[in-house]
């Protein structure tokens, strides 16, 4: 009997520790679709692999969805290719800010590994104000 009450007692621990509107729906990886911003995942050869919800209604004028497949160079104009090119020969990561239809975003293509090996690049872009305060935590 006390078994029984304690794997209740870790049952309710669990589920009181999850927001109150997950309890019972949580899944690894479903809060990307959702996030506010803008998920674009690559692999090493540059082709597009992975499309969150965000990223498939910035690019739905390209093809949305249908862009999973495609050469993310040849998303790009002739100007940004070189940049975009430079990303996958250096693995190095890039941060820069925009406005697009008003909205200022800040973008960050960051390289990813798999087992220790560079496997591409994902690119997030987050909407931001266009004041955005900044703290010295020195």
């Not at 870790?10 to 959702?34: F, L, Q």
């Not at 820069?96 to 690119?123: C, S």
Request: aromatic share 6%; net charge positive; proline share 5%.
């Amino acid at each position: 009997m006390s078994a029984k009450v304690s794997r209740k007692s870790a049952k309710t621990r669990r589920a009181a520790a999850k927001p109150a509107g997950a309890r019972g729906r949580y899944k690894p990886g479903c809060w990307i679709g959702e996030l506010g911003a803008a998920i674009t995942v690559t692999d090493a050869t540059g082709r597009i692999c992975e499309m969150n919800a965000g990223s498939i209604a910035t690019f739905a004028a390209s093809g949305g969805a249908a862009l999973i497949g495609s050469d993310v160079l040849d998303c790009h104009s002739a100007e940004s290719r070189e940049q975009v090119a430079r990303l996958y020969k250096t693995q190095k990561p890039n941060h820069y800010t925009i406005r697009k239809a008003g909205q200022r975003k800040i973008i960050h293509q960051l390289p990813w590994t798999l087992n220790g090996e560079f496997a591409g690049v994902i690119e997030l872009s987050i909407p931001i104000p266009d004041e955005l305060p900044h703290f010295d935590r020195d």
